[in-house]
Every structure is written in structure tokens, then in C-alpha cells.
């Protein structure tokens, strides 16, 4: 069994920085790839950035200079620090990872999603 739980979201003015983290904990053999969505008050689902395999990293534009991510592989954890918060990146913040895990003498790989945190950005 693998889970993903994020931390690191909550409150905060507009123009402030948050680190959210995402850990994967369990079987892990190694985490090959790891992403950030979001979903607005609105209800739509966006990908904010993406560390991929092979350490591609993409952001979608509106985060562009403003958010960094990045993987520590020896905590299978990933990071995303958000600099110069707006409003309207308020919005709960899910990872996504795709994980090879052991499962007695053999791997499997399968992607997973995280519990999901919110962050709000308001004065």
C-alpha cells in the first residue's frame, strides 16, 4: 500500500510564499515521477507543475517565475514552493505520483493521488 499526504498549505496575504510538500510512504522503491494540480473554488482541476521522469519539469504559465518544483528522492518527497501568492491561487493542492513499489519479491508501479490541502490566499 502506498499513500501520499501533503502538508505545508493554509492561510496567507496576497504577495506571501507557502512550501507545500507531498511524502509517499510505503513499499517505495523509488518515485519516478510527481505532480501538483489544483482545483479552484470553481471546481476546475489545473495542472500547476510537474516533475517527470527523467526530471523533466513544466509549469502551466500562470505560475511561471512564481512556484519551484522540486523532488528530494531520498524522503520520496516533492516540494512545491509557491512565491508572490495571488488570490486567485487559492484552491486545494493535490500530488500526484507514479511509484514502483515491492510488493514480497516482486515491483509493481502504479500512480496515486494525495489527500489534497488547501491554500488561501487573502488578505
Known amino acids: 500500500q502506498v499513500t501520499l499526504v501533503e502538508s505545508g498549505g493554509g492561510l496567507v496575504e496576497p504577495g506571501g510564499s507557502l512550501r507545500l510538500s507531498c511524502t509517499a510512504s510505503g513499499s517505495i522503491v523509488t518515485v519516478n515521477a510527481m505532480s501538483w494540480y489544483r482545483r479552484t473554488p470553481g471546481n476546475q482541476s489545473e495542472l500547476v507543475a510537474a516533475h517527470g521522469f527523467g526530471g523533466l519539469i513544466e509549469y502551466a504559465d500562470f505560475v511561471k517565475g512564481r512556484f519551484t518544483i522540486s523532488r528530494d528522492s531520498d524522503k520520496h518527497t516533492a516540494y512545491l514552493e509557491m512565491n508572490n501568492l495571488k488570490p486567485e491561487d487559492t484552491a486545494e493542492y493535490y500530488c500526484?505520483?507514479?511509484?514502483?513499489?515491492?510488493?514480497?519479491?516482486?515491483?509493481?508501479?502504479?500512480?496515486?493521488w494525495g489527500q489534497g490541502i488547501q491554500v488561501t490566499v487573502s488578505s
Open positions: 500526484f505520483g507514479t511509484v514502483t513499489y515491492s510488493r514480497g519479491d516482486r515491483r509493481s508501479a502504479d500512480s496515486y
